[in-house]
């Protein structure tokens, strides 16, 4: 910034330099040919590029940080320098003075936080005001786009802090200043730019000097063309997480963003069917974001995998809490049954081991018909690292339904019996049904001894104590225990088996042949005594 002290200015007038009276001006601003250049050509102003060095000093306005009251516009009066230049030679003389932007014909380059003072115009200005430098430029189109440039960022400032525009020229009350007026109503400085250069190369390129009055007028065109809602840009601090939330019930009094509101200036409202919006729905947090202003932000996804990602302030979640790691477990195959808790509805049944598999969900208990004390079979558990066991379960033996469980689910957990083998011999039999019959169960094979034996119900052979039951088969077991197979006549087709404990008196049944031969016997010795008898009475 290699200023040089105009003394020769004279010959402008002192309207020149700081200002005409208010009619002049408004007739001068009225018939600027560098505006009607402007708004013929269409001229867009730059984009700021943001390009903070943290080497300059932070100090606050004298209202404090983010309170500047106006902006004051400079100019290099260096012709033969480049924006790059006049920032570089800045960065290593900023103990002499500096400013926060620099404008040419094609950029708007910010390098100094505009939330705390610079050193561009002494004191006190230096504690009141934003500044930047415009550096010269050398055509109609460079002059005509700087311009556009510099009065469109002077606006935008204004806009970012909450100020109206007000012309400082008259009065040293306002907004807009040049760095000749705040010398003139200020002081803590002889520089009078950039009056001379907008006179100078507003001559040479339109035929008509440029004055401060002209540039306010384009100032306030471009800040009665901002939207209403501008407001400054605040700092955020970005995280990354893994956290999961549900959306609140609320979230229809908030909004989506494809930013975060108010710290970027490209954040706009995003239409909520872009996540399917469901009260109660967990979504996925990858980052969040703490503005300066304290209030968190979080950007969510519909699901763990989504590469849709938007930010919603934190009024629209509920639960947040971090996603759970997955954790190990042991594996191991087993052969076990158990009986369905009471309790298992205060738990749930899943297709995988929560917490140790990401693609574990909830199933609905209906899969597996749950009833309280029914058994289940286990082929397979799982101890996880955190010490809690889980088993895989099915509704039945040879079902292909497999659902895990907490252990929490179940009750009398235990080894399925394996089959042992029994000797079958078949016999003819006779018992009497013992009176402890009912501390024992009726079968339709010899249990433990065929995978298909189940209880039945004893009213199917009209169970009396002391009856006789016929046995036409005897099983005994590799365990050491006998078997019986009755029926409740000795011609019934009903046959069922029972563990001896069952019956009493236990006896071959006398074949029908040797009865036969018995009774023939006993009658021929009657028909012979009958007939001694008759023959010794004759």
Request: aromatic fraction near 14%.
């Amino acid at each position: 910034m290699h200023k040089i002290v105009l003394t020769t200015l004279a010959t402008l007038g002192a309207a020149g330099i700081f200002g005409l009276s208010t009619s002049t001006t408004t007739a001068s601003a009225a018939t600027s040919k560098v505006n009607s250049y402007i708004s013929s050509k269409n001229i867009t102003p730059a984009k700021i590029t943001k390009s903070i060095w943290n080497g300059f000093p932070k100090y606050k306005y004298r209202h404090g940080k983010g309170k500047p009251e106006g902006v004051v516009v400079h100019e290099t009066a260096n012709p033969s320098s480049t924006i790059y230049n006049e920032i570089a030679y800045m960065k290593n003389n900023y103990q002499n003075a500096f400013v926060h932007s620099f404008v040419d014909g094609s950029r708007i380059i910010n390098i100094a936080n505009t939330d705390y003072l610079a050193w561009g115009v002494g004191s006190p200005g230096n504690s009141r005001f934003v500044q930047f430098e415009q550096v010269e430029v050398h055509s109609k189109s460079a002059f005509a786009h700087e311009v556009a440039n510099a009065a469109w960022y002077t606006a935008y400032l204004l806009k970012e802090y909450n100020l109206k525009p007000n012309d400082a020229a008259y009065d040293g009350k306002g907004t807009v200043w040049s760095h000749g007026s705040v010398a003139s109503h200020l002081g803590g400085s002889t520089h009078t730019d950039p009056v001379g250069y907008y006179s100078a190369t507003g001559k040479k390129y339109f035929g008509q000097g440029y004055t401060m009055a002209m540039f306010y007028q384009m100032v306030k065109k471009y800040y009665n063309g901002f939207s209403t809602s501008h407001t400054k840009l605040v700092n955020a601090t970005y995280t990354s997480v893994n956290k999961q939330a549900k959306l609140s019930s609320k979230y229809k009094s908030y909004y989506l963003y494809n930013h975060v509101k108010g710290s970027n200036k490209n954040a706009t409202k995003q239409s909520w069917s872009k996540i399917s919006p469901k009260v109660g729905k967990t979504y996925y947090i990858d980052m969040t974001a703490k503005k300066s202003t304290g209030s968190m932000w979080y950007r969510i996804r519909p699901s763990k995998n989504s590469t849709k990602r938007y930010w919603v302030y934190s009024g629209n979640l509920t639960s947040i809490k971090d996603v759970a790691t997955l954790v190990n477990a042991t594996y191991t195959s087993v052969n076990k049954q158990a009986k369905l808790s009471s309790k298992y509805k205060s738990y749930y049944l899943y297709n995988h081991v929560k917490g140790s598999n990401k693609n574990a969900t909830k199933q609905s208990w209906s899969k597996i018909s749950p009833k309280v004390g029914k058994t289940y079979y286990i082929d397979m558990t799982a101890k996880k690292s955190t010490g809690s066991m889980w088993y895989r379960i099915r509704p039945s033996k040879n079902s292909t339904k497999r659902y895990w469980v907490y252990s929490g689910n179940l009750t009398s957990i235990k080894d399925v019996a394996t089959l042992v083998n029994a000797t079958y011999t078949s016999v003819n039999k006779q018992a009497k049904l013992s009176s402890k019959y009912k501390s024992y169960y009726l079968y339709n094979h010899v249990k433990g001894s065929n995978k298909n034996a189940t209880k039945q119900s004893w009213s199917k052979i009209s169970p009396k104590v002391g009856k006789t039951y016929y046995i036409d088969m005897t099983a005994k077991k590799s365990t050491g225990s006998m078997w019986y197979r009755i029926r409740p006549s000795k011609s019934s087709t009903k046959r069922y088996w029972v563990y001896s404990g069952n019956l009493t008196s236990i006896k071959d049944v006398a074949t029908t042949t040797a009865t036969a031969t018995s009774a023939s016997v006993e009658s021929s010795s009657a028909a012979s005594s009958s007939v001694t008898s008759s023959s010794s009475s004759n």
